[in-house]
């Protein structure tokens, strides 16, 4: 089946600093989605993508919609203590499996104060 | 602002009991999903519908069922419970299927000892 490769597993930063994750597919999606799960609670959206090439905002967060319509990335500008937790990638194409989620596996941010 | 409500938040359970894990949403959203979290994963499709009275396998249906009489509501099923099945589990529900974010609640944490 479809897989979502998501890097990086989990990044350690500096409060104030900015951060990168980004996801990548062997196969097509018409839709990214972007979440964040806090523990003990269910994934969040944070922001969602519909076009190739779409750049979207959410205040201090910036996804992207890759051109191959393969891969999309999430920016995160200076970082603050409560951003910690596990951001999600998922994808959904719009053949078959009436266009169920895939999601990658996560990458876990922590942000020393 | 209740969204996506799941009950219980916890339970232990010991091999070969069964339970039904409880979903409900006041968005009057068509599509209804579950999903499973194992550790350091992302999220697995078990069970999905489309509307009420329509379920179909995700990814991962074994050693479950669900149904859906009504728009709000989408229990999960467990019969025979297994140690494969520990596992943190989402509700989720949407507007539609394509191009609609999904809203997930916040778990049921499951142990089976």
């Not at chain 2, 010991?14 to 350091?40: A, E």
């Amino acid at each position: 089946g479809q897989q979502l490769n998501q890097s990086p597993q989990s990044m350690f930063i500096q409060e104030g600093e900015d951060v990168s994750m980004n996801c990548t597919s062997s196969s097509i999606f018409n839709t990214w989605l972007w979440y964040k799960q806090d523990p003990g609670e269910g994934p969040v959206l944070l922001i969602a993508l519909y076009k190739a090439g779409e750049l979207t905002s959410n205040g201090r967060l910036t996804a992207q919609f890759g051109i191959t319509r393969k891969d999309s990335f999430l920016n995160i500008s200076a970082s603050i203590p409560s951003d910690v937790g596990i951001y999600f990638c998922a994808g959904q194409d719009y053949g078959g499996s009436q266009g169920n989620l895939i999601f990658g596996k996560g990458t876990k941010l922590s942000v020393k104060p | 602002n209740a969204g996506v409500t799941q009950t219980p938040k916890f339970r232990i359970l010991k091999i070969g009991q069964s339970m039904t894990l409880q979903c409900t949403q006041d968005m009057n959203h068509n599509y209804m999903y579950w999903y499973r979290q194992d550790p350091g994963m992302g999220l697995k499709l078990i069970y999905y519908s489309v509307g009420a009275g329509i379920t179909d396998k995700g990814e991962v249906p074994n050693g479950y069922n669900v149904s859906r009489s009504t728009t709000e509501d989408f229990p999960l099923r467990l019969e025979l419970a297994a140690p494969s099945q520990t596992s943190v589990y989402f509700c989720a529900s949407s507007y539609k299927g394509l191009g609609q974010p999904q809203h997930f609640g916040d778990g049921t944490r499951l142990s089976i000892l």
